[in-house]
């Protein structure tokens, strides 16, 4: 489904044109804050109706302006094209496919699928439990609407639980346990089965790209069968049993915890606390890592995604890829671009000089960017 044209309109310091994306590979070259990633950024919210560099929609807005729009045309697989659009005016947005309004941005779900590379995927292997939560998520997101729905219902169920709890009407709380149970062990189900399924993708990939084997993904969720057996387990043995609970375990794991989340004001067990970490050899991975391995674990996860991705859909996505090769050595860059997941259109940023050439097909279009604008070049 690639993308066939893109006109943003006060979007940033983008140039207020239309620009012909008709190309398997489209190339940006430039300096740095010229509009290269505003240009990858701009085909992301058009697939997603969101940002991955802000959480505030005004903020991708051009100065001196209350208003943006971006209309995109793509192909689907099958010849048929599309168009959306979304606008934002004065802090609300409009979102239009093929001129009907989209009432749900999961609507946009599978229009224009993008993987990006990012240098903020770094977080993925160092960052926050949150932040490597958000990954398997948004794995689990860009195909699965079901999977929007529950988390969406448990996230809402858990802001109540935890107004009941700060509001110490702790009897209410238990109008929302088993609600909250249901939906978190739909949630831990599918995050258990996507990691399995990564694992066979990023482990061969880890090892084909940087010679080192047995680097694995583990998840650790927050309920665990365990929780409702032997209290005096010791906790790192109680990650190693990553079996799920049933609704009735849920329940005694939360009433267990009612004393404990009084004190603290807040639900302590669930989903929302679920743990992933990197293995080899049977010890965590990222504290020893170099810097080096850690960039890699990043992107070879995205990498791995977009594999997940079509091996679940038989579909291709789009490839987003905003400078994150600059910190490989050259043998590394040589193997992950050999080894880049199928896709159906792919986008690369490139800072002046970078050696694109090695990169390019014969039918790879060069944009070079400067103040928002883009010539075609040769």
């Known amino acids: 489904m690639p993308f066939l044209a893109l006109s943003p309109v006060y979007f940033r310091n983008l140039n207020n044109e239309t620009i012909d994306l008709l190309a398997s590979e489209v190339y940006f070259t430039g300096e740095n804050g010229q509009g290269k990633s505003n240009l990858l950024e701009a085909l992301y919210y058009s697939a997603y109706a969101s940002s991955f560099r802000t959480h505030s929609d005004s903020e991708i807005i051009k100065k001196g302006f209350n208003s943006m729009s971006l209309r995109s045309m793509f192909r689907e697989e099958n010849g048929t094209t599309h168009t959306t659009n979304i606008i934002l005016d004065k802090g609300i947005k409009k979102i239009e496919k093929d001129g009907k309004i989209i009432h749900d941005r999961k609507e946009l779900i599978n229009t224009m699928p993008c993987v990006l590379y990012n240098h903020d995927?770094?977080?993925?292997?160092?960052?926050?439990?949150?932040?490597?939560?958000?990954?398997?998520?948004?794995?689990?997101?860009?195909?699965?609407?079901?999977?929007?729905?529950?988390?969406?219902?448990?996230?809402?169920?858990?802001?109540?639980?935890?107004?009941?709890?700060?509001?110490?009407?702790?009897?209410?709380?238990?109008?929302?346990?088993?609600?909250?149970?249901?939906?978190?062990?739909?949630?831990?189900?599918?995050?258990?089965?996507?990691?399995?399924?990564?694992?066979?993708?990023?482990?061969?990939l880890y090892e084909d790209i940087t010679g080192i084997?047995?680097?694995?993904?583990?998840?650790?969720?927050?309920?665990?069968?365990?929780?409702?057996?032997?209290?005096?387990?010791?906790?790192?043995?109680?990650?190693?049993?990553?079996?799920?609970?049933?609704?009735?375990?849920?329940?005694?794991?939360?009433?267990?915890?009612k004393?404990?989340?009084?004190?603290?004001?807040?639900?302590?067990?669930?989903?929302?606390?679920?743990?992933?970490?990197?293995?080899?050899?049977?010890?965590?991975?990222?504290?020893?890592?170099?810097?080096?391995?850690?960039?890699?674990?990043?992107?070879?996860?995205?990498?791995?995604?977009?594999?997940?991705?079509?091996?679940?859909?038989?579909?291709?996505?789009?490839?987003?890829?905003?400078?994150?090769?600059?910190?490989?050595?050259?043998?590394?860059?040589?193997?992950?671009?050999?080894?880049?997941?199928?896709y159906d259109q792919l986008f690369c940023t490139f800072l002046p000089g970078e050696p694109y050439e090695h990169y390019r097909k014969d039918s790879t279009r060069i944009y070079r960017i400067k103040n928002g604008l883009w010539e075609e070049t040769t």
């Open 121 to 204: 995927d770094l977080d993925f292997a160092v960052g926050s439990p949150e932040r490597r939560r958000f990954f398997i998520d948004q794995s689990l997101s860009m195909y699965d609407v079901l999977y929007i729905d529950v988390m969406r219902r448990y996230k809402r169920i858990l802001k109540n639980r935890n107004i009941c709890i700060k509001e110490q009407k702790f009897n209410l709380t238990q109008t929302y346990d088993v609600q909250l149970a249901m939906n978190g062990i739909e949630i831990q189900k599918k995050r258990k089965d996507a990691v399995f399924k990564f694992n066979q993708i990023f482990g061969r």
């Open 213 to 257: 084997a047995g680097v694995s993904i583990k998840y650790y969720p927050s309920w665990k069968k365990q929780d409702t057996k032997d209290k005096n387990i010791e906790e790192n043995d109680s990650l190693l049993d990553s079996s799920l609970p049933s609704i009735d375990e849920v329940l005694f794991i939360l009433e267990s915890k």
């Open 259 to 342: 004393e404990a989340e009084q004190s603290l004001g807040t639900t302590i067990t669930g989903p929302h606390r679920d743990r992933i970490a990197f293995f080899k050899d049977g010890h965590h991975f990222i504290p020893t890592a170099s810097t080096g391995q850690r960039r890699l674990v990043a992107l070879i996860l995205r990498t791995a995604q977009a594999v997940f991705y079509t091996q679940v859909t038989g579909k291709k996505p789009v490839l987003l890829m905003d400078d994150v090769l600059l910190e490989l050595d050259p043998d590394k860059r040589q193997k992950v671009t050999a080894m880049l997941p199928s």
